[in-house]
């Protein structure tokens, strides 16, 4: 009896020092790419831990456009920064993420029913970058339905589309007047030197 | 609602030049060479910069959806591009 727990508290401290170390590998530090395990355990558990009575949720505002397209809008002021604004995750900060910033266009995403969609934007994902958009109220629920709704929309988005929310992005000033000579350089404007613009853009 | 936005937009607001684009400079320049996997961009003045051109590579012609086959040698074009180790990878280039 005394060795069997011996043997059991044995595997129970390797278990414990062999995920501490593949979690703390590298240090503390969000380089390190998460491995094919963290990302299935990861994964699972946020379905898991999603509340019953939130999963199957459906979403009430109908598929119109003009509801897809208040979910673009509202996706391309606050979601793009991380998501980008055609849900690829391919932004300055999304890689560098850890866990990574996922693919919204992708089956791991769109395989999520509309009420877990609706949860994660709501009330976000712990250790990692998703905040908890939700305040509780009933305009930030409709809001969270039509994100719903544009991120299904997402894997379908035109270019007509994602150019119409680049100029919805937050951007600074400094962004702005570089769209300008950018724009003004294409058109043969204004600009005649062509350039290597990449002294505000190293990031 | 607005109170947290409003937060994370002053929040954010210094770091905003980083976060609308992929992480790499933008080449602005006429092409000198373009094939399937690289494109050349000649600056007036400077160094030519290239960057490879992947499948995820988009073609922006004006407002639509372009193609490689568009381009050619002297097309202004402005490439929007991210760092992959060492080397540039085209994430967007637009032209007219």
Redesign the interface.
């Known amino acids: 009896m005394k060795t069997a727990a011996i043997v059991l508290l044995v595997v129970a401290v390797g278990l414990a020092a062999g995920t501490a170390a593949l979690l703390l590998r590298g240090g503390i530090g969000a380089r390190v790419e998460p491995t094919p395990i963290e990302k299935a355990v990861a994964r699972s558990l946020r379905r898991l831990l999603i509340e019953g009575s939130a999963r199957g949720l459906q979403n009430p505002l109908p598929n119109t456009p003009e509801v897809v397209h208040t979910g673009l809008a509202h996706f391309a002021d606050h979601c793009s920064m991380c998501h980008a604004n055609d849900g690829s995750g391919q932004t300055a900060m999304g890689p560098n993420f850890h866990p990574r910033t996922p693919d919204l266009r992708s089956s791991d995403t769109q395989g999520l029913t509309d009420g877990e969609l609706l949860y994660i934007i709501e009330q976000g994902v712990r250790f990692t970058g998703m905040p908890a958009w939700g305040d509780g109220s009933e305009e930030s629920r409709q809001a969270s339905w039509a994100l719903v709704r544009f991120i299904r929309h997402l894997p379908a988005l035109t270019t007509a589309e994602r150019l119409e929310m680049e100029s919805m992005n937050p951007k600074s000033r400094e962004e702005r007047e570089e769209e300008k000579a950018e724009e003004r350089f294409l058109e043969g404007k204004g600009e005649d030197r062509a350039k290597r613009s990449g002294g505000g853009h190293h990031h | 609602?607005k109170r947290?936005?409003l937060a994370?937009?002053l929040l954010?607001?210094p770091l905003?030049?980083?976060?609308?684009?992929?992480?790499?400079?933008?080449?602005?320049?006429?092409v000198s060479v373009i094939s399937a996997e690289q494109i050349t961009?000649?600056?007036?003045?400077?160094?030519p910069?290239s960057a490879k051109i992947t499948p995820?590579t988009?073609f922006?012609r004006g407002?639509?959806?372009g193609k490689r086959a568009d381009l050619k040698q002297g097309d202004?074009?402005?490439v929007h591009t991210?760092k992959h180790g060492d080397a540039l990878e085209a994430?967007e280039i637009?032209?007219?």
């Open positions: 609602m947290t936005i994370i937009a954010l607001g905003s030049p980083a976060l609308a684009h992929g992480g790499g400079p933008h080449l602005k320049g006429t961009v000649e600056a007036d003045g400077g160094k910069a995820e988009r922006v407002k639509a959806q202004r074009v402005v991210r994430l637009r032209y007219k």
